[in-house]
């Protein structure tokens, strides 16, 4: 079954309200879908009344942040007022795969053509908080020579201050969850409101490992996978060995811990004595990797949910994040090919096909 079921085919004339009834009656108004998509019968009943939590029910929820980023290149040009956020590059990377269930928020100056831009690629954003007379919250960072090192220059927090994440109903029930980098307080909130998860993925940062270790650590007992930096699980584990620091966080909850590697790619862990890892596809010239391991973990949501759309009663396993990770570092390495997300919105499915493959050459023996 697609993901992307029109609106017009749910208009369709086999199910009128009369057999809806009678169905939901026998079926006790809810059932799991032959292909394992919980939805309810009246939203199939009343398709104009439910539509949006029909289509968006079986998706992904990506929270996190919606900024307005500027980025000094190592040339020392400023390059102003871009499309950024955590939840941005994420949710644009996962709408390849499925549409998504946005939650952030932004203030009363977000550009109106990147809301536009949101909706045109099924991310649903009633989960979109647009603060009136409020700020979005804004950050500037600056790239050096090697451009895998990068320094923070200012965070503007503003609207990100007072957020107090809601789920509109269609989000809460999403079956694959995304908590990308923002305050582990904000992470709690919306897991606290999520009722349709089966797996969830959540990404952190060194200020929170610094300011906010509490709750970060009450985020990892309740999530499945953990996608964090080497450089970061280290600092977090206290060691600097990047296998002891995989191990180390296994301990405190989660399932699965994937460690990324900027230019060397990622590793997995989680499968007792199994890994997985996997190179970063090999780029000669970066234009700005702001956003690239958000659009990995997009990447890799999306993966995981088309799979689980097309085998429902499996359970998501280490070879199942494995081929996720593939997708998620090709869409990655597109995403530092140009500013904020530019070149992820030019993509086509044929694009990323090639890249896959010649990815996928590039680990095989012959
Ligand atoms: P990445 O390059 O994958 O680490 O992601 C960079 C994006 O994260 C930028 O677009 C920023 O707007 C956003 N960002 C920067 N600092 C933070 C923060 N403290 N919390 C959440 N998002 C942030």
């Known amino acids: ?15 009128t309200p009369f057999y809806a009834f ?14 394992g998509i919980k939805f309810s019968i009246l939203d199939h009943a009343f398709p104009k009344i439910h539509s949006s939590k029909f289509t968006f029910q079986m998706s992904v929820l990506i929270a996190g942040t919606v900024a307005i980023d500027n980025i000094r290149t190592p040339d020392g040009v400023m390059h102003d007022e871009l499309l950024g956020g955590s939840a941005t590059f994420a949710a644009i990377a996962t709408s390849f795969s499925s549409p998504v269930n946005l939650v952030a928020v932004v203030g ?96 952190s940062m060194d200020l929170w490992i610094n300011i906010a270790r509490e709750e970060l650590d009450e985020v990892l007992k309740r999530i499945d996978l953990l996608v964090i930096n080497d450089s970061e699980a280290k600092m977090f584990m206290d060691t600097s060995n990047v296998i002891v620091a995989g191990k180390k966080l296994l301990e405190k909850g989660p399932q699965y811990v994937l460690i990324k590697k900027g230019e060397h790619g990622a590793l997995l862990f989680g499968g007792g004595d199994r890994f997985f890892s996997a190179g970063a596809f090999p780029l ?22 088309q799979h689980h759309q097309e085998n429902p009663d499996d359970t998501i396993g280490l070879d199942d994040i494995s081929r996720a990770i593939i997708h998620g570092t090709v869409l990655a390495s597109y995403n530092c090919e140009s500013f904020s997300a530019d070149k992820l919105l030019s993509l086509t499915q044929a694009d990323i096909d090639a890249r896959t493959k010649a990815f996928l050459t590039y680990t095989q023996l012959v």
């Open 1 to 15: 079954m697609k993901l992307s079921i029109s609106r017009q085919s749910l208009r369709t004339d086999l199910f």
């Open 22 to 35: 009678f169905l939901a009656a026998l079926l006790n108004l809810s059932k799991k879908f032959a292909f």
């Open 284 to 305: 000669e010239k970066l234009v700005d990797p702001t956003g690239a391991g958000d659009t990995f973990l997009g990447g890799l949501a999306g993966s995981l949910h």
């Open 108 to 203: 009363e100056d977000f550009p109106k053509e990147h809301l536009e831009l949101f909706s045109e690629r099924k991310i649903n954003v009633d989960g979109l908080q647009v603060v009136e007379g409020g700020k979005t919250f804004r950050w500037t960072g600056e790239y050096h020579d090697d451009m895998n090192s990068r320094e923070t220059l200012e965070t503007h927090i503003n609207v990100l201050d007072d957020f107090d994440p809601q789920l509109p109903a269609a989000a809460a029930e999403s079956t694959i969850v995304v908590l990308a980098n923002m305050a582990p307080a904000d992470q709690l909130k919306v897991l606290s409101q999520c009722s349709g998860s089966t797996f969830v993925i959540a990404d």
